[in-house]
C-alpha cells in the first residue's frame, strides 16, 4: 500500500462488524501503517445498522473520516443501499451475495459469506474473520500473517482455531477476488 485508503465495513449489530475494522486497524498498525477508525451502530444491540470506518496510510493521517471509501464491504442490504452510491470511483465494493442484491454492474465481489460461515464452519459468528481474510486476501493492503497475529490478539483462546479457520477461508477466497 502506497497511499490513502478509505474502507467501510457496514452491515447489522450482532455481525461483527466492529471488530472487523477494529482487527484490520490492529493489524495496519503492527505493519507500520498509520490508522484511524471509528464506528457507529444504532440503539439496538442487535439488528440495527452498524458501521466500521478505517483510514490507512504510510504517512501520518490529518483528516481521520472516510468521505469515498476505497472500499466498502456491504453485510447487509441496507448497508449496500445506504453506502455503495458514495464509494470512490474504482472503489472495490464486496458484499455477502445471500444477504445482498447490488444495483451497480461493477459490484462483481459477492459471496454468501453468512451462509459459508455456518456450512463450512458451522458458526455463523465467524462470518466477520471471514470477511477481515477476504478483504486481506482482494486488497493485498495487509500482510496475512501480521493479520493472523492481530486476530490472535482479538478472540478468545478458546475460539481462536475457529477463527484461524475463518480467517483463512477468506484469504482463499479474497487471494483469488485479487487475481481476477
Known amino acids: 500500500m502506497s497511499e490513502r485508503k478509505e474502507i467501510r465495513i457496514a452491515g447489522l449489530g450482532g455481525q461483527g462488524v466492529v471488530l472487523a475494522g477494529a482487527l484490520l486497524g490492529e493489524a495496519a498498525v503492527k505493519?507500520?501503517?498509520?490508522?484511524?477508525?471509528?464506528?457507529?451502530?444504532?440503539?439496538?444491540?442487535?439488528?440495527?445498522?452498524?458501521?466500521?470506518?478505517?483510514?490507512l496510510d504510510?504517512?501520518?493521517?490529518?483528516?481521520?473520516?472516510?468521505?469515498?471509501?476505497?472500499?466498502?464491504?456491504a453485510m447487509s442490504q441496507g448497508a449496500y443501499d445506504t453506502y455503495a452510491p458514495g464509494v470512490a470511483?474504482?472503489?472495490?465494493?464486496?458484499?455477502?451475495?445471500?444477504?445482498?442484491?447490488?444495483s451497480a454492474p461493477h459490484d462483481r465481489?459477492?459471496?454468501?459469506?453468512?451462509a459459508l460461515s455456518l456450512n463450512e464452519l458451522g458458526n455463523r459468528?465467524?462470518?466477520?474473520v471471514i470477511w477481515v481474510g477476504l478483504i486481506v486476501g482482494a486488497t493485498g493492503w495487509w500482510?496475512?500473517?501480521?493479520?493472523?497475529q492481530a486476530m490472535a490478539e482479538f478472540v478468545p483462546e478458546r475460539f481462536l482455531e475457529l477463527n484461524k479457520k475463518a480467517l483463512a477461508l477468506g484469504l482463499d477466497m479474497g487471494r483469488a477476488w485479487g487475481e481476477a
Open 58 to 73: 504510510v504517512k501520518e493521517i490529518d483528516f481521520p473520516h472516510v468521505e469515498k471509501p476505497d472500499l466498502l464491504v
Open 89 to 102: 470511483e474504482g472503489a472495490m465494493v464486496l458484499f455477502d451475495s445471500g444477504l445482498v442484491t447490488p
Open 143 to 148: 500482510d496475512a500473517e501480521v493479520a493472523a
Open 31 to 55: 505493519q507500520d501503517l498509520y490508522a484511524a477508525g471509528s464506528n457507529s451502530y444504532g440503539a439496538q444491540a442487535r439488528g440495527g445498522g452498524a458501521r466500521a470506518d478505517l483510514v
Open 109 to 114: 465481489f459477492g459471496a454468501d459469506v453468512t
Open 125 to 128: 459468528q465467524v462470518a466477520n
